[in-house]
């Protein structure tokens, strides 16, 4: 298919999905969240029994792609089996996410992803303190936990 019509597809099921949402009530907020902010959006995949979700057919358009939020899934499991008491900074660091990285990890994918996470109820409240933690933290981190309010939190841009 022509790269542009897919695009524009892509951008007219956004729309679609995020309208739905904001105005009817349809979709869970993690859902929402992933479409509105560019995150695949990973528990919601169809093993091919049935039909595909809206998200499968444009796999490739998500701006933080399904294999980083596996890669972060994957860590945080690893952090809370282990009871590791994982922070924003700790996983900056280790990312190595700096202004001049090229490790491809920018602390905007972390902070989406993170609050993708927190929004499909993944990992207890303790995890979630820790990973925000005061002084362990970035600020804009603190919005990971806050409430996604539905007709505040979608744009439609």
Excluded at 4 to 26: A, P, S, T
Excluded at 55 to 74: A, M, N, P, T, Y
Excluded at 89 to 117: A, F, M, P, Q
Aim: proline share 2%; hydrophobic share 30%; net charge negative.
């Amino acid at each position: 298919m022509d790269t542009d019509i897919k695009k524009l597809l892509f951008v007219q099921q956004r729309l679609q999905i995020l309208h739905l949402g904001k105005h009817y009530g349809e979709f869970t907020d993690s859902y929402l969240y992933a479409w509105e902010r560019g995150v695949y959006p990973f528990f919601d995949g169809t093993d091919g029994s049935v039909d595909k979700k809206p998200h499968e057919l444009h796999q490739d358009l998500f701006r933080i792609s399904e294999g980083e939020v596996e890669f972060i899934i994957k860590r945080f499991n690893k952090a809370y089996d282990d009871n590791e008491k994982l922070t924003f900074y700790g996983l900056e660091d280790e990312l190595h996410v700096y202004s001049h990285s090229t490790s491809g990890w920018t602390r905007g994918k972390l902070l989406r992803i993170s609050r993708y996470l927190f929004l499909e109820e993944e990992y207890d409240k303790s995890f979630w303190n820790k990973l925000t933690e005061n002084g362990s933290c970035p600020a804009e981190a603190h919005s990971i936990r806050r409430e996604f309010i539905r007709e505040s939190d979608i744009y439609f841009y």
